[in-house]
């Protein structure tokens, strides 16, 4: 049966097929999965600078930016290492205008925002107690966003999704009611369905990135365990809010360890012998 698209729908076919792209390289661990990017990559990074300007600022007013040198030292000293080893997923992201700062705080958070923007809440690594090799992991997941451009991708299916809803809207002759309606409804079906897999994908280029960084992807399995137990204690840490974190995700961290252990013992072995 051939498919006959109104006029109206049809002429917004060339954007949705030219939006889809590759953002990154699928690595050893296969992280490949077109996207629909409609907003540039310049006005993203851009928010994401004054955004992070912004809280930057706010935890400096509050005595609560770095305050901590040790603790701004160490974390800082493992990004410098999985900051170089980014470029295996892309080569533009070794030269990003990458910053890190520690945020006095006891939230239990952490992220990456588009550019390379990393923040780290002291709650988080002091709550749970984390290893050098998990801090590693968590930051590892949290650059993985960055790379695929996970919020870009997100804010470019709400446009279309607006799109479509307003074209559906014009045809269908229904009220600003519907469009609301119908919009929220969209918002909620998108925070759960692409949650899931911007998290899987986060999981698996983060596993590698800890593991060519010279930090032991066997601790993806202890991190998500203390997560496990911070989520069931009734306090989820913040960034695992859209996808709080399972025994199956632990299950899925297991599965890619034989892909991803030999990467680990390989720059062990180099940093060993020079």
Known sequence: MRLVLPAVLAAGLPLWLTGCTLTTEGGAVHAERRQLL????????????????KLRADAAKKGALNAEPALTRRVRAIAARIEPVTGVFRRDAPGWNWEVNVIS????????????????????IRQLSLSDDEIAIVM?????????????EQVSEAMAAQTAIGVGVALLGLGDASTSVAGSL?????????????????????????????????????????MIRA??????PQFLSTHPAEQERVEQ??????TVQPLYEATRRREENP
Request: negative net charge.
């Open 38 to 53: 409609l907003v540039s990559a310049q006005e993203l990074d851009q928010a994401a600078a004054q955004g992070y300007a």
């Open 105 to 124: 705080s006891d939230e239990l958070n952490a992220f990456c925002m588009p550019g390379g923007k990393i923040a780290f809440y002291s709650g988080l």
């Open 140 to 152: 590892a997941h949290e650059i993985s966003h960055a790379l695929r451009e996970h919020s870009r």
């Open 186 to 226: 969209y918002e909620a079906l998108l925070a759960t369905k692409f949650s899931r897999v911007h998290e899987a994908e986060a999981d698996r280029i983060g596993l590698e990135l800890t593991a060519r960084a010279g930090y032991n992807p066997q601790a993806g399995v202890t991190l998500w365990q203390k």
């Open 231 to 236: 989520n069931s204690g009734g306090h989820p």
């Open 253 to 258: 961290i297991r599965a890619l360890l034989p």
